[in-house]
């Protein structure tokens, strides 16, 4: 694989994977988390496969607080949840 390709790991599976083959989750300055489809978003980010999986495990394992270093209360896994399901296919 040529070195320039940036990889991030999933929160989810933890594999590492091309950051364009991820979505990134954003957690804005003011503590807003949501997905960041174009990876613009300021705030702490982590990536987490299109992949409701993924997002589920991320969940069970508490992978994405430990990014974010905060609770990530039932709402915002649905919104997250909900946010998956609408990927635009040509996001990624
Ligand atoms: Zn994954």
Do not use: T
């Not at 804005?28 to 300021?42: I, T």
């Amino acid at each position: 694989m040529p070195k320039k390709i940036p990889m991030r790991q999933c929160v989810g599976c933890r594999e590492m994977k091309p950051k364009k083959e991820l979505i990134r989750v954003v957690r804005s300055p003011e503590g807003v988390v949501s997905l960041d489809f174009k990876g613009k978003l300021p705030g702490r980010g982590a990536y987490v496969c299109p992949d409701p999986a993924c997002l589920a495990k991320a969940r069970k394992s508490k992978g994405l607080e430990r990014a974010f270093s905060a609770p990530l209360p039932n709402e915002v896994w649905e919104a997250l949840e909900a946010q998956m399901k609408e990927v635009p296919p040509d996001a990624q």
